[in-house]
């Protein structure tokens, strides 16, 4: 079965620090992967996405994820984190099948302390 | 503005009742989904619309009908037959590719409609 995911219920760390927010994705062909972010009651929000190519992908909010084909991963990654950035994480795949949906993770939620 | 609405925000309701969550976008997207997120379980699809008057069923769809009579609308119906309604239900659009199978497009999500069983 296709399946996203994420090791870790939550990460904490300091402001200021780097943050790494784990995934790893099993899923037919090449994958296309997804990283989002779900403040208090709202949707979900893009950050980036892994189509092909460049192994690290830039996206918002000065995150970056890196993509390892041999690992099954795509990692979320920020080398300075924000208080504000304390939210809910959620990496998808889109699924190896003809039809377009995505997979997603259980969700991270990161805490950034002061 | 582009974007897609969910109306209402907050629901309540009383057991064996029917309900419906609307879902309407102006992005001109193909495919329309309904997701139900649950603390803990993340985000599992109920049903998805790649084009009009065609919808499939995702992995929970048992309790929930949806339709598409317009491209911009995916109403989500949450039936008496639902045995846990309870919990945030996210829809989400994006455009699919010439071939109409896939696109390399991020989706786009609602607000969210948080829906409370009494």
């Known amino acids: 079965a296709q399946s996203v995911a994420q090791p870790e219920d939550q990460v904490n760390v300091a402001e200021g620090n780097p943050l790494t927010v784990k995934c790893t994705y099993s899923?037919?062909?090449?994958?296309?992967l997804f990283w989002y972010v779900q403040y208090p009651n709202r949707g979900l929000q893009f950050l980036l996405k892994y189509i092909t190519g460049d192994n690290l992908v830039k996206g918002s909010y000065g995150f970056e994820a890196e993509f390892n084909k041999s690992q099954t991963s795509f990692h979320l990654k920020k080398p300075s984190a924000l208080v504000s950035d304390s939210a809910l994480y959620f990496c998808a795949a889109l699924a190896g099948d003809s039809s377009y949906k995505l997979i997603f993770g259980s969700g991270t939620r990161l805490l950034v302390r002061p | 503005d582009g974007g897609i609405t969910q109306s209402p925000k907050y629901l309540f309701r009383k057991e064996g009742q029917n309900v419906t969550l609307s879902c309407e976008q102006n992005?001109?997207?193909?495919?329309m989904y309904w997701y139900r997120q649950d603390p803990g379980q993340g985000l599992r699809l109920i049903y998805y619309?790649?084009?009009?008057?065609?919808?499939q069923k995702g992995d929970i769809a048992e309790g929930y009908s949806v339709s598409r009579e317009k491209k911009e609308s995916f109403p989500l119906t949450v039936t008496s037959a639902q045995k846990n309604p309870t919990a945030f239900y996210l829809c989400?659009?994006?455009?699919?590719?010439?071939?109409?199978?896939?696109?390399?497009?991020?989706?786009?999500f609602g607000e969210g409609s948080r829906l409370t069983v009494l």
């Open positions: 989400a659009s994006t455009q699919l590719g010439s071939s109409g199978a896939s696109n390399t497009g991020e989706l786009f």
């Open positions: 899923v037919s062909g090449n994958p296309y």
């Open positions: 992005l001109n997207h193909d495919a």
């Open positions: 619309s790649q084009i009009v008057n065609d919808f």
